[in-house]
């Protein structure tokens, strides 16, 4: 199959570019952040300095691409003492395309915590360490909980599109119309209005397009091999993009497999989940491997800890894990839990080097253990004194 590029070009229509050197014309549609985008494509600046981001569409190509913009020097107010032209005294500038990002409180910081550590618009117990909360809410909730999280000081990634494989599946197979209809419940005003507060003060991380799209077991495929590809994750990237266009948009999956050698185009960010099994303890092989990914792609890296199957596996299914070299039974086959001082180790090794560190899965027994209660502590204050790092495309 021939590698298709979009080019992010200044004209209209635009073209796609084949590796054999063919050109095929296309419509482009162009939006961004932080300023104005002609349907040109001509990006014209707001009133406030930052990284923004100019977003290419071919649908019909199924498409997209998208381009850095570095805007520099001091915003309009800051050299008049007055607020920009249109702007009402007393509110924040903000230009035609929503809210802009900036960067979150000192810029220290890296976002710590559980996947579904929230139970409705409260969070569960024992998540006093967590700063980050993972996992999907429906559409009618969403600003009340973004509202809630700010108040409580918490972040979260969201996975709008989460929830049971079946639900984005036609015959067996994923259905991108389906997983369309789902994002498209977001698509409100007041939804749009709340996600794009959220990305401003820090609130949101990100969003998650899916998860894990090489799995092709059979009790958790996306369809046969082949159904899921990079280009397909970079459209469904692009189609969160175009509706949220400050929002980061990213994938879950480990950066060594599902097409290695192939960069995203359009994705912000891969979660990348660490267990004793891949390297067999060489956390830090991990860890480096996959920030030579992100370089060389252009991707930010958040990582993740799989504390309920992740930790040194049991030499034979049926056999119960050996305590203290683990944390106890995983959730099938040979798995088993981390340890407190493996969650300690890895966390630490994992935690500063990327956007973010989560955590498979919130667990009532295994938040309530009293040594993994002071390894989340360990981890969570010296994450809380890292530089921040931003979850978008560098």
């Not at 991108?176 to 609130?203: H, S």
Request: charged share 20%.
């Amino acid at each position: 199959m021939l590698a298709v590029l979009l080019m992010a070009v200044l004209s209209h229509p635009g073209t796609v570019s084949y590796q054999r050197g063919d050109s095929l014309a296309v419509r482009v549609t162009f939006s961004g952040t932080g300023g104005t985008v002609t349907p040109e494509g001509l990006f014209t600046a707001g009133v406030s300095t930052g990284e923004y981001r100019v977003i290419a569409m071919a649908k019909a190509a199924g498409l997209a691409e998208t381009t850095k913009v570095t805007v520099t020097g001091p915003p309009l107010a800051a050299l008049t003492g007055t607020p920009p032209p249109g702007s009402r005294p007393g509110t924040p500038p903000s230009s035609p395309t929503g809210p802009v990002p900036i960067p979150r409180g000192n810029g220290v910081g890296i976002p710590f915590g559980a996947f579904g550590g929230w139970d409705g618009f409260a969070y569960k117990a024992n998540t006093d360490d967590f700063v980050l909360s993972i996992g999907g809410i429906e559409p009618e909730d969403l600003v009340q909980r973004i509202a809630s999280a700010r108040a409580s000081k918490r972040q979260f990634l969201l996975t709008m599109t989460g929830g049971a494989h079946r639900n984005y599946k036609t015959d067996g197979a994923f259905d991108l119309d389906k997983w369309k209809a789902r994002m498209d419940r977001y698509n409100t005003p007041a939804v749009k209005a709340a996600v794009a507060a959220g990305v401003v003060d820090g609130t949101i991380v990100g969003n998650s397009v899916m998860d894990e799209p090489q799995n092709t077991s059979p009790e958790n495929s996306w369809g046969p091999v082949g159904t899921m590809s990079k280009a397909r994750v970079d459209e469904m990237c692009g189609y969160v993009k175009a509706m949220f266009p400050t929002l980061p948009v990213g994938v879950v999956h480990d950066h060594r497999v599902f097409e290695p050698d192939t960069p995203y185009h359009t994705c912000d960010f891969i979660v990348s989940q660490y267990r004793w099994g891949k390297t067999k303890g060489d956390v830090a092989k991990f860890r480096d491997d996959a920030l030579a990914v992100g370089k060389r792609d252009g991707i930010a890296i958040a990582f993740s800890l799989n504390i309920l199957d992740g930790g040194i596996p049991r030499e034979r299914k049926g056999e119960p894990c050996p305590i203290p070299e683990t944390g106890g039974d995983g959730t099938s086959g040979k798995a088993c839990r981390m340890t407190a001082d493996q969650v300690r180790e890895w966390g630490l090794a994992l935690g500063p080097a990327g956007c973010a560190l989560t955590m498979w899965r919130y667990d009532p027994g295994f938040m309530a253990d009293p040594k993994n209660i002071q390894a989340f502590k360990d981890v969570a204050a010296a994450l809380a004194k890292a530089p921040a790092s931003s979850c978008r495309r560098r």
